[in-house]
């Protein structure tokens, strides 16, 4: 089954570092670019970073750049995304996204993030 | 990047076509062929119902369809069922590798 699994969601307090796992199966992973896009509660998407097929380049959204790192381990079909000095605004679902010819074909689930102040 | 523009709240009847409109820019709605529509329902995660401005993945329902005239995009749902009650959120890429999203509209079938 084609399908993206997310996990490493928690509370984390304000300034603390959580880092998020996407793991993918069911199609060839180091074929297409990956993104991360969130949702805070009762809110909107945002999309929020992008990495390439072959890992690079790598694009953040100015909300979070500087604070998050996102990386990817083709081997292992598994995106990552390294969450820092996190904020209360931070607190969202987070979805791992695939990315085909500019559209965002496949999500996962999500997993929740909530940073406490 | 600022958000597209939706409106809010959308509503129809059971049958009748409803339009929700998608406002950018020049820098994304207006420069690239390359918006796209998701519906969401509550507790699930997005889907992709419409890319390239007017094309749909397989499997989705042809009374899904969408449009695109200079800065402001539309997704047309025709026949409405009660089933496409629904958010729905266009998105834009807007170059260099980034997308932005419009804040959503909530579509209820009256």
């Known amino acids: 089954e084609v399908q993206l699994i997310e996990s490493g969601g928690g509370l984390v307090q304000s300034g603390g570092s959580l880092r998020l796992s996407c793991a993918a199966s069911g199609f060839i992973f180091s074929d297409y670019s990956m993104n991360w896009v969130r949702q805070a509660p009762g809110k909107g998407l945002e999309w929020i970073s992008y990495i390439r097929d072959g890992g690079g380049p790598i694009h953040y959204a100015d909300s979070v750049k500087g604070r998050f790192s996102i990386s990817r381990d083709n081997a292992k079909n598994l995106l990552y995304l390294q969450l820092s000095s996190l904020r209360a605004e931070d607190t969202a679902v987070y979805y791992c996204v695939r990315d085909h010819i500019f559209a965002f074909d496949l999500w996962g689930q999500g997993t929740m993030v909530t940073v406490s102040s | ?110």
């Open chain 2, 1 to 110: 990047q600022s958000a597209l523009t939706q409106p809010a709240f959308v509503s129809g009847s059971p049958g009748q076509s409803i339009t929700i409109s998608c406002t950018g820019s020049s820098s994304d709605v207006g420069k690239y062929d390359f918006v796209s529509w998701f519906q969401q329902s509550p507790g699930n995660a997005p889907k992709l119902m419409i890319f390239e401005d007017n094309k749909r993945p397989s499997g989705i329902s042809n009374r899904f369809s969408g449009s695109k005239s200079g800065n402001t995009a539309s997704l047309t749902i025709s026949g409405l069922q009660a089933e496409d009650e629904a958010d729905y959120y266009c998105c834009s890429f807007a170059g260099d590798f980034s997308w932005v999203f419009g804040g959503g509209t909530k579509l209820t079938v009256l």
